[in-house]
C-alpha cells in the first residue's frame, strides 16, 4: 500500500487536503496559537530528543551526527511510531514542523521511519498467522486458493 506523508510548515496556510495535521516539533512554534493551527496533535515523542536537538542547535555535532543519532532514537523507542503509523493508515498525514528549511530538518528522516515500520507491519500482515492456521495440511502441500 501506498502511504502519502508530506511535510509544512506551521506557518503555511491550512488546506483541505492536509489530512491529519501533526506537530512533531518538542517546542511549540513562536506567535502561533493551538486553535489557529488546526491541529490533530501535538506529538512531541517522535521529535529528536531535548539533549540531541540542543547540540544540534549549538553546533556541538554536524548534521550528519544529528540525523544517525535521531534514527538511534527512533530505533529504540518504536512504539513511539505507532500514532502517526495509524494516521498515516487513514489517509493523508502531514507532518508539521516551525523548521525553515523542512528537507534539512527531521521530518524527512521521521517519514522514512514511519513509512519503514509502516512496510514492516504490512509484509508481517501477508505472513500466515500462526502454524496452527495450516495444521489441515499435510508437510510439503501448498495452500489452496478458494
Known sequence: MAYDI?????????????????LVDRLWPRGKRRENLA????????????????????????????????????????????????????????LLSAARDLEGSHLPVLSEAILQALYQEDAADREPASPPCFAHQRPGEEASET
Do not use: C
Open 39 to 94: 491541529l490533530t496533535d501535538w506529538y512531541r515523542d517522535a521529535s529528536p530528543s531535548p539533549a540531541l536537538r540542543r547540540q544540534y542547535h549549538l553546533g556541538e555535532i554536524s548534521a550528519e551526527v544529528f540525523f544517525t543519532r535521531y534514527r538511534g532514537e527512533l530505533r529504540e523507542a518504536p512504539e513511539n511510531l505507532i500514532p502517526l503509523m495509524r494516521l498515516a493508515r487513514q489517509g493523508r498525514l502531514t
Open 6 to 22: 508530506v511535510f509544512k510548515r506551521v506557518y503555511q496556510p491550512i488546506a483541505a487536503e492536509d489530512g491529519a495535521r501533526v
